[in-house]
């Protein structure tokens, strides 16, 4: 089978690293090199980096652990959720959390700037309420404006999903502005769309990406979406500008928080791998 030979360049900018340990080393590890990483590639600000994971539970591990400032984004059913009804609640809550957002661009981003002047003031205090309303009546609140541009009421599991955001601090900080001394650390869902100078691409187990199904009593090798896993493995890659580390430890704590080995990802040992990436030790 004829096998495409490599476009030909000047130097390799795709990285891989195991680290001794598990995802707390891996943070110990990037705090050290972070510095080099920003001299070697010219970053200024910590924000044109990013960790990218697979769960919450990784983001937080990894947060808590790297030494330098940095902020989580922990995905919701919020970020996860498509429909016009999730993105004018996300937007509310960019609105109530920034206050570089206007209620003007919320009101023109559902129904445009034909909106006769007295509807548009009479709608936009009512999103302003967004921002001064304690918490105990943030939904309802919401809901009314929801029901106001889309003419329909919020369900169930938007209400959930607020719920847990206004109790979950991490969970905010997908609405406020970055700052530029942050690293950035978010899951590779929630990096769709991003763009980053230099990536750190976590969670490159075996088990975790590609997601593999435990059977009872069998030893089969079965993924669950594999070509869904492949997609954010893709997405991963491609969000870094400049260049991008592939990382995976010798140890890994699963979902639970219990210590497992940490055997690499199938990702990392397809065929045909060999110089695209420079190892390091």
Known sequence: MFAPSLAPCDEIFVYRKCVDGNQIDIAKWIGEVLDNVKNKFSISDNKEIAILVRSNACAELVSDNLVVSNRAYLDNDLTKAGGKVSGLVNDLLCYRYNLNKTAQSILEGVLGSSVKRSEATR????????????????IDVINKIVVTLLGTEIEQHHKSALSEILVTPRMQNNYLDVRSDEVQIMTLHKSKGLEFDFVFHLDLYDWILPKRVFIEGSYDVVFENEQQCINLHYVGITRARKGIMLMHSTKRYNGSGDLKNGAPSQFLLKPGLDGLYKKIN
Request: net charge positive; aromatic share 6%; proline share 0%.
């Open 123 to 138: 709608i936009r205090k009512a999103i302003k309420q967004v921002r001064s309303v304690t918490d105990a009546f943030l």
